[in-house]
């Protein structure tokens, strides 16, 4: 039985907060009409804005170390979308879900469309899953998939990834993600030439199966479960991977693939020049692959990557379209706070990069200004963003406080009573 956070609820804690969320918005509005921008068209992009959340994502995660088990867990795909529909209830941002195959594989995928358009959810990018064994399986990834040195495992990880295409179909998805584990952890282990030459051709053959509106888009990430090396480490080779295979191959940036302090928004840049920028798993960390909530460690350098985002709308830049995903993984906090948290820091980056004067920027950039030039940006940055979003929110039905909605409703210990503990949700580090 699907458990819905009550309108009336909403409704009545919004009630409290609505007349200090009025004159917020109109102080913002003013400030923000000194400089020449209408708030309400501000308003009307934040409503538009979408983040996909990850099926996976709204079970705990773990380490490497252990896993402990939050509270009326989802134990299937059915229990995971009715946790995903209060996560869109409540933000009014997250209304599609990129789903992990084969974990979130089902006999009848009719049932599972019917379950989602009822709950006003639709389906993003698929993920395929080779970097691990599942039970029966005839050749084991423990060597590698996709660059596997041998012929059959390769092959069983390429009809693995022909069925994950199959499947989104019925989903009407149009995206597959592909990430692998390929890789060594020991120097002289792995050909680092042939590994890549035999990935390309798993690859080829996926790209030639592709239907016709899909794309594929490559993930790339600097280690684990490989420590030494990766077939696709970084965005370089995952863009040339993506030029090899042809136009609807992209690149995927998940933010904690990459070594710290890399400057991402640069790769994104990149990406979006030579119109190989697929998506984005938003995710945070501080010192590696972390999965840490967006935003909560660099905020800054969020923003920046969406000043790239927001500079290519701008310049109607040929073949801009990223899928916007989360991907993180809940280790001490309720997935479901932390999703429409992390949700809200997305599109709060985004709304900031939306106030940057790019004309004005411009010109510092071209007098070589680099003070005015980065403080332009700071003043975006230094924005306070906080009443458009609640504003989005309020208007198309979700809550002003999400997280005090949530606690209010009691949803979590209702549905705990629903779901008795089963000591796993196939959910984890993805
Ligand atoms: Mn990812």
Redesign the pocket.
């Known amino acids: 039985m699907s458990i819905r956070i009550n309108t009336a609820l909403i409704d009545e804690l919004n009630g409290k907060l609505t007349a200090g969320l009025d004159e917020d918005y109109a102080a913002l509005g003013n400030k923000l009409a000194r400089h020449g921008m209408d708030i309400e068209a501000i308003t009307a992009r934040a409503i538009d804005f979408e983040v996909a959340v990850p099926s996976w994502g709204v079970g705990t995660g773990g380490t490497r170390f252990a896993r402990f088990p939050g509270q009326g867990e989802p134990r299937d795909v059915f229990e995971k979308l009715d946790d995903c529909a209060v996560i869109n209830d409540l933000s009014r941002q997250t209304s599609s879900i990129s789903p992990h195959f084969p974990w979130d594989a089902v006999d009848d995928f009719a049932a599972l469309v019917e379950k989602s358009e009822n709950l006003g959810l639709t389906w993003d990018s698929i993920n395929s899953n080779t970097f691990q064994d599942q039970p029966g399986q005839e050749h084991s990834y423990k060597y590698g998939s996709l660059s596997h040195t041998d012929q059959a495992t390769r092959e069983q990880a390429i009809a693995h990834n022909l069925q994950c295409i199959e499947w989104g179909q019925q989903l009407g998805s149009n995206t597959l993600t592909v ?1 692998v584990g390929d890789g060594s952890n020991h120097p002289g282990q792995a050909h680092f030439q042939r590994a890549f030459e035999r990935y390309l051709d798993s690859m080829k053959t996926l790209y030639a199966a592709l239907p016709d509106n899909w794309e594929i888009h490559i ?1 790339h990430k600097m280690f684990e479960p490989a420590f030494y090396s990766t077939v696709i480490q970084d965005w370089g080779s995952n863009i040339l991977a993506a030029m090899e295979l042809g136009e609807r191959a992209k690149s995927l940036v ?1 933010l ?2 990459h070594a710290p302090n890399c400057n991402i928004e640069m790769i994104v840049s990149r990406l979006i020049q030579f119109r190989k920028l697929g998506g984005f ?1 938003f995710n945070d960390s501080k010192y590696g692959d972390d999965d840490l909530d967006s935003g909560s460690i660099h905020p800054y350098q969020q923003f920046l990557i969406f000043n790239e985002l927001v500079d290519a709308e701008y310049r109607q830049q040929e073949g801009f379209g990223p899928r916007y995903l989360l ?1 993180q993984s809940h280790n001490v906090t309720d997935p479901i706070e932390s999703l429409m948290n992390s949700a809200i820091e997305v599109q709060r980056a985004f709304i900031k990069a939306l106030l940057i004067d790019r004309p004005v920027l411009e010109g510092f950039q071209d007098s070589n200004d680099a003070i005015m030039a980065s403080n332009t940006l700071k003043a975006a940055f230094n924005t306070d963003v906080s009443p458009i979003l609640a504003m989005a929110r309020l208007r198309q039905g979700g809550a002003i406080d999400p997280i005090a909605t949530y606690r209010a409703s009691d949803y979590r210990a209702q549905i705990a009573k629903e779901r008795p503990d089963s000591g796993g949700s196939g959910s984890g580090i ?1």
């Open positions: 990430w993930e998940d904690g693939h798993h991907d993805v």
